[in-house]
């Protein structure tokens, strides 16, 4: 193809060393456990019905975000300098998400819109030309995730403008139509189908990337509880707190590592 970056940037299948998790790429998910821990404040301060609702909507949103830009780096290799610099800036726009989530149903709703949107249409376009002359039939099949993508980022936009009874509604329907999307496999006349099953999936990167993902978030809530503790005087209460703490996030290390992560 003419479009296209001239540099073969596609991540290596026949060395071990192409099957790891970058250095580069935690950096990029070290954004999304920031995102969590905000997450986990705004529904501490709306422990309401419609408060669990709004946090459905933005976990989903922050998990599609992340799992969708790691599907980026299971084909294109980070140590390139072109793909490097992308994941860098992903990892901007999605700590400016981040940043958003706190007031996401609120003063910045158009913050945490915008940053999703151009997080999700940066990333297909990125793909596109990045494969475009080493892999046409990644670059066809994001090219259909990118029309996709279009009239989602416009409910998204939308819903950020609109009053807050809307709001709701409208990202509920961005949501839904991402995932309707790619359980059709993102058909466009003309252009056809994606077929997911012949996909070149590393699963030893999708694997390892996950655990470590897993293992940040726990010592980010590590962190988070440990700040919390030593910032005020201690009681028994606060004792026993931490304490469960620390033996919750032990729990979940153990179910992950011991069981899940097969």
């Known amino acids: 193809m003419a479009f296209g970056l001239r540099a073969d940037v596609l991540r290596p299948t026949d060395t071990e060393a192409g099957q790891r998790v970058t250095y580069v790429e935690l ?3 070290l954004v999304f456990v920031f995102g969590l821990t905000q997450l986990g404040a705004y529904l501490y301060e709306n422990q309401s019905p419609l408060g669990a609702l709004e946090g459905v909507i933005m976990v989903c ?4 975000a992340w799992v969708s830009t790691t599907w980026v780096t299971n084909w294109l290799d980070p140590v390139k300098l072109p793909v490097r610099l992308a994941v860098i800036a992903l990892a901007f726009v999605a700590f400016v998400m981040s940043t958003g989530i706190a007031e996401a149903f609120g003063d ?3 913050t945490f819109a915008l940053a ?3 997080l999700k249409l940066g990333r297909a376009v990125f793909m596109v030309w990045a494969t475009g002359r080493h892999d046409e039939q990644v670059s066809h099949d994001f090219g259909n995730v990118l029309v996709w993508a279009l009239p989602g980022a416009g409910l998204w ?3 950020a403008l609109l009053p807050l009874p809307l709001q709701l509604p409208f990202w509920g329907a961005a949501l839904a139509l991402e995932l309707t999307g790619s359980i059709l496999g993102y058909p466009v006349p003309g252009r056809g189908r994606m077929e ?3 996909w070149d999936v ?3 990167h999708l694997a390892e990337r996950t655990a470590l993902f897993v293992l940040i978030a726990l010592g980010e809530g590590l962190l988070v509880t440990g700040f919390e503790f030593v910032g005020e005087e201690s009681s028994p209460e606060r004792v026993i707190a931490v304490v469960g703490a620390f033996a919750s996030a032990a729990a979940c ?3 992950y590592f011991d069981h899940g992560e097969r």
Do not use: T
């Not at 949103?61 to 599609?64: I, K, R």
């Open 61 to 64: 949103a922050l998990w599609w």
């Open 27 to 29: 950096f990029f998910d």
């Open 202 to 204: 590393s699963g030893a």
């Open 108 to 110: 910045r709703a158009w």
């Open 116 to 118: 999703y949107v151009v």
């Open 196 to 198: 997911i099953g012949r």
């Open 157 to 159: 936009i939308a819903g």
């Open 253 to 255: 290390w153990w179910i």
